[in-house]
């Protein structure tokens, strides 16, 4: 499962099933070596946990609180809904696909 994890603008990717620690994490390493029990793999240049599913399982409720954990596949399912704005991104020859004329995205045409 892929946990994002944040403090102020810094984002790290969790993945328990590889233990890697990727996304922004300078600013958080430490946080990822005294938390999340993280070594730095320069080969692949992304930190390395092996035990890294069982940690955060452990102590998920303090990650959710300080660090803002979060499950990746729950916000992946809201994203998958279809979306009126990408819809109206992906206009054709400038005209809204839903009403089929130049409104500015807001329009409540079926």
Avoid: Q
């Avoid at 620690?21 to 390395?48: P, Q, R």
């Avoid at 809904?81 to 807001?106: E, I």
Wanted: with cysteine; glycine share 4%; charged share 30%.
């Amino acid at each position: 499962m892929k946990y994002t994890m944040s403090r102020n603008r810094d984002e790290i990717i969790l993945d328990t099933e590889t233990g890697k620690i990727t996304g922004s994490t300078y600013g958080m390493k430490d946080v990822i070596k005294s938390d999340l029990y993280a070594s730095w793999n320069a080969a692949e240049k992304c930190w390395e946990s092996d035990k890294l599913a069982e940690t955060v399982e452990e102590y998920k409720s303090y990650l959710t609180r300080c660090y803002k954990l979060k499950a990746i596949e729950e916000t992946a399912a809201e994203e998958s809904k279809p979306s009126y704005r990408k819809a109206f991104a992906a206009k054709v020859n400038g005209l809204c696909p839903r009403c089929h004329t130049y409104c500015c995205g807001d329009c409540t045409a079926r």
